[in-house]
């Protein structure tokens, strides 16, 4: 019965393969059974090579959900029906809500004539994974799906893509059973539980084993919001951490508690002793435009790159982040690894955002067939920020634009309130993000 099961669920899948485009796919290659869920990994039939892991759920409504992730570890969702009545190539937005809350609009595409088929960006894909209800909207069609078993579905997704990236298919067994190992470990700032943004490598994996009982570190900015010593940054820093410190360029390093997070909009609340700090960043508490200049500054690659801050500027290229995301903006400005949780800057050295991630160059050059994009990152707008400093009862400052500073004097100004934030998490071998 299984068998069955899965050989469905191998026609039902050919179609959602590397990309949005159509492909040929053979598979099940192994199996992944969470719940309802059945799945496994699938290669392309013309190159014979791994493409991506799926699985897929039928509802009472004749309506499937597929859920995978490519080999570019971009998540896929895709809606299929034998009642869909699609042209191949055809594209069309849908608005996705979860548990009445969240809410993404995806761009899908038509794979076949009874499917449809996004990608899910990663807030998107966190949101499914924790979400009990799913509410779909295209066109004067709505659709509702109960979401069970997500959390560990993605888990053992991921653990699937890899699994097969580092052992190949030959390899493949039961998924679910290996997701309970080290080899799938994620991320560790990828900011949820086998992050939707990337899987380790098995090399990175048994780092992860050897380092394990000493626990992993990693790093991050963050910046002082208000006189009592209370710092923002990214969720995603700071998460699952069980010691935290910042410094200041220059000065003595301070421990540091978390007041309060929210993962779904990936902002954290940070407190260290006033007495360290001698200033703090106010807000902007007018709109910006598309073409302002701004100005990141972090600590990006920091055990690489120089041990002070860094100062990139650029300029607002849209008020939307992915898939017309409004909480966040579209800045040029360059940004690598360790700038999560930093300020941008306008040019009255007021903060407009936190610095929150850059695109996928590799998932968008398979998207797109090759093209690399370049200086397309984001930051999370003032208005997200203000909400949460509202809700944890935070006092903060906002300011209107005055007179406008050379980047030089935004960055001096910006030394005496912007940290360098490491933390430290034990993880057991044997257990997984």
Known sequence: MLRR??????????????????????????TIHVGNWIGGAFSD???????????TAPYASGVSLVVGQ?????????????????????????????????????????????????????????????????????????LQFNLTSTGPLLNVIATCVARVKADGLKGAGDFAKLAAKPAATADAGSGGPASPRSARSNKDNKDNEKNAEKGVTRSGTGFVISASGHIITNNHVVEGCTEIHGNLNGQPEAALRVVSSDAQNDLALLQGPATSFKDYAKLRDRSVHPGDSVVAIGYPLHWLLSSDFTVTTGIVSSLSGILNDTRYLQISAAIQPGNSGGPLFDTNGLVIGVVAEKISA????????????????????????????????????????????????????????????????????????
Not at 8 to 30: K, M, N, R
Not at 118 to 133: D, H, K, M, V
Not at 405 to 430: D, H, M, N, Q, S
């Open 5 to 30: 099961l899965l050989v469905a669920c191998g026609l039902l899948l050919a179609v959602c393969s590397s990309g949005i485009s159509p492909a040929s796919a053979a598979g099940p290659f192994g």
């Open 362 to 433: 590799l998932a968008v050059a398979r998207y797109t067939g090759g093209t690399l994009p370049e200086n397309i990152n984001f930051a999370i707008k003032t208005g997200m920020i203000r909400d949460f400093l509202d809700n944890s009862v935070v006092p903060y400052e906002t300011a209107a634009p005055g007179g406008e500073l050379k980047t030089p004097e935004i960055a001096e100004k910006a030394r005496a309130f912007t940290l360098y934030i490491t933390c430290t998490g034990k993880v057991p071998v044997e257990a997984k993000r």
């Open 70 to 142: 490519n080999t570019a570890d971009a998540w896929l969702i895709s809606f299929a029906s034998p009642t869909f009545k699609l042209n191949k190539g055809d594209a069309a937005p849908i608005d996705v809500t979860f548990d009445g809350q969240f809410q993404a609009r995806l761009f899908a595409t038509a794979t076949s004539s009874n499917m449809i088929t996004a990608i899910l960006p990663a807030s998107a894909a966190r949101a499914f994974q924790r979400a009990s209800l799913m509410v779909a909207q295209a066109g004067q069609a709505t």
């Open 45 to 55: 039939d013309q190159t014979g090579a791994f493409s991506h892991c799926a699985a």
